[in-house]
């Protein structure tokens, strides 16, 4: 299975805008980005998209982040407006082939390097 490669995050003011990118999921059934909260917390799925289109989001990002994916560049997008300091940590993207697409870790197998997307107040 081929790696998942990030791109894109780094240090904006509240209010702005960041895009992460994320190529390599192929034709996985779910795919995802999650938030990592230094130090030592757990990962929090913020958005999904199923291979049919679907998508699901974290109550605190609706409205704000939006995911989607370019089939043809094999690339998963996460499009970050309106950024907010409690938005801060390091984001990762997932892939993973079960049939129920959710942003529960469990679901996905393959992982990106993660990318740091820092909010100042």
């Known amino acids: 299975q081929a790696r998942l490669v990030e791109s894109g995050g780094g240090s904006v003011r509240a209010g702005g805008s960041l895009k992460l990118s994320c190529v390599g999921s192929g034709n996985s059934r779910c795919m995802a980005w999650f938030q990592q909260k230094p130090p030592g917390e757990g990962r929090v799925g913020v958005a999904s998209i199923s291979s049919g289109g679907s998508t699901d989001y974290l109550d605190s990002v609706k409205g704000r982040f939006t995911i989607s994916k370019d089939r043809a560049r094999d690339t998963l997008f996460l499009e970050m407006k309106n950024l907010r300091p409690e938005d801060t940590g390091i984001y990762y993207c997932?892939?993973?082939?079960?049939?129920?697409?959710?942003?529960?870790?469990?679901?996905?197998?393959?992982w990106g390097q993660g990318a740091q997307v820092t909010v100042s107040s």
């Open positions: 997932a892939a993973g082939d079960s049939w129920y697409c959710s942003r529960i870790r469990n679901n996905f197998d393959r």
